[in-house]
């Protein structure tokens, strides 16, 4: 392993509370992927599972493989109660990202309360560009993917037409 090396994906910056941090640890992440895939055959029950809920986003950015694809489909609470009740102890994380912003869904109350029924000990996480917050508790995502368009204004700009950098950067103070 010491030849290896690690990157995120994308643009993206990963901001977690302490006690997530070893989400990211590779010592971690490589041995759980092998006993995933055990003796050449995939396990039944994923360790992580990715949920892309929505593919609605405000944005176009230049640099996302997602921009020309947005569908506006969403994902029902009823598909989301069927994963989360058909999880095992195997699953140690859910992520929410995918063909648009996790946040531009309007579900999020009512996720939050389906994962304090079937899995409140699973971490959940979300990747987002944070233009716009749901109306829930913050502190519920364990974790939060932030995809940083631009270091300023101006090349906040650049990246996605349009002037959302002072949002942003409220929305980023919120989570944090």
Same mark, same amino acid.
């Given at each position: 392993? +010491? @030849?290896? =090396?690690?990157? /995120?994906?994308? +643009?993206?910056?990963?901001?977690? *509370?302490?006690? *997530?941090? *070893?989400?990211? @640890?590779?010592?971690?992440?490589?041995?759980?992927?092998?006993?995933?895939?055990?003796?050449?055959?995939?396990?039944?029950?994923?360790?992580?599972?990715?949920?892309?809920?929505?593919? /609605?986003?405000?944005?176009?950015?230049?640099?996302?493989?997602?921009?020309?694809?947005? &569908?506006?489909?969403? #994902?029902?609470?009823?598909?989301?109660?069927?994963?989360?009740?058909s999880l095992t102890e195997? &699953?140690? $994380?859910?992520?929410?990202?995918?063909?648009?912003?996790?946040?531009?869904?309007?579900?999020?109350?009512?996720?939050? @309360?389906?994962?304090?029924?079937?899995?409140?000990?699973?971490?959940?996480? =979300?990747?987002? @560009?944070? $233009?716009?917050?749901? +109306?829930?508790?913050?502190? #519920?995502? +364990?974790?939060?993917?932030?995809? =940083?368009?631009?270091?300023?204004?101006?090349?906040?700009?650049?990246?996605?037409?349009?002037?959302?950098?002072?949002?942003?950067?409220? *929305?980023?103070?919120? =989570?944090?």
């Open positions: 392993m +010491d @030849n290896e =090396v690690y990157y /995120i994906p994308h +643009d993206a910056f990963i901001f977690t *509370n302490r006690k *997530n941090l *070893n989400q990211f @640890n590779a010592e971690k992440i490589l041995p759980a992927y092998d006993t995933y895939i055990k003796n050449g055959e995939r396990l039944k029950e994923p360790w992580e599972i990715e949920i892309h809920l929505s593919g /609605i986003c405000q944005f176009s950015c230049n640099k996302c493989s997602y921009s020309t694809r947005h &569908t506006g489909e969403k #994902m029902s609470l009823e598909q989301i109660e069927s994963i989360f009740s195997r &699953t140690h $994380f859910v992520f929410f990202s995918g063909g648009g912003d996790p946040f531009a869904w309007t579900s999020w109350k009512e996720l939050l @309360n389906l994962r304090e029924q079937y899995i409140p000990q699973i971490p959940i996480g =979300v990747s987002t @560009n944070l $233009f716009r917050l749901p +109306d829930i508790d913050l502190d #519920m995502i +364990d974790l939060y993917q932030i995809h =940083v368009f631009g270091y300023d204004r101006k090349s906040y700009i650049e990246q996605i037409g349009f002037d959302g950098f002072d949002e942003f950067k409220e *929305n980023l103070l919120e =989570v944090c």
